[in-house]
């Protein structure tokens, strides 16, 4: 079955930086859309970033365009989240998220999810 499994959370200053990965097992992963959402405790799950499978674009929250950037190695079916110039509102649980179709882009109605990874960055 499919498994995403996020890593590289944890407890950053403000204005530090993190990479976030995410290691997809049980898919062809080069045809699937990647993306990464986050929530905050009382808090609807945003959307972040996503990349498409076949031509690598790109897209992004306005909050975190050229500060974040997606990226993904299809060799080793992974997919990553570099996280720059990190603020105290960038503090929550991010979730990996997979799905074939690449229309979805940010909505929330991925067919596959991670348990997600906690990010808490102090002011």
């Known amino acids: 079955q499919v498994q995403l499994v996020e890593s590289g959370g944890g407890l950053v200053q403000a204005g530090g930086s993190l990479r976030l990965s995410c290691a997809a097992s049980?898919?062809?992963?080069?045809?699937?859309?990647m993306g990464w959402f986050r929530q905050d405790p009382g808090k609807e799950r945003e959307f972040v970033a996503a990349?498409?499978?076949?031509?690598?674009?790109?897209y992004y929250a306005d909050s975190v365009k050229g500060r974040f950037t997606i990226s993904r190695d299809n060799a080793k079916n992974t997919v990553y989240l570099q996280m720059n110039s990190l603020t105290p509102e960038d503090t929550a649980v991010y979730y990996c998220a997979a799905d074939l179709r690449s229309t979805l882009i940010q909505r929330n109605e991925y067919g596959y999810w991670g348990r997600g990874t906690q990010v808490t960055v102090s002011s």
């Open positions: 049980g898919l062809t992963f080069v045809r699937y859309t």
């Open positions: 990349i498409i499978g076949s031509s690598y674009n790109r």
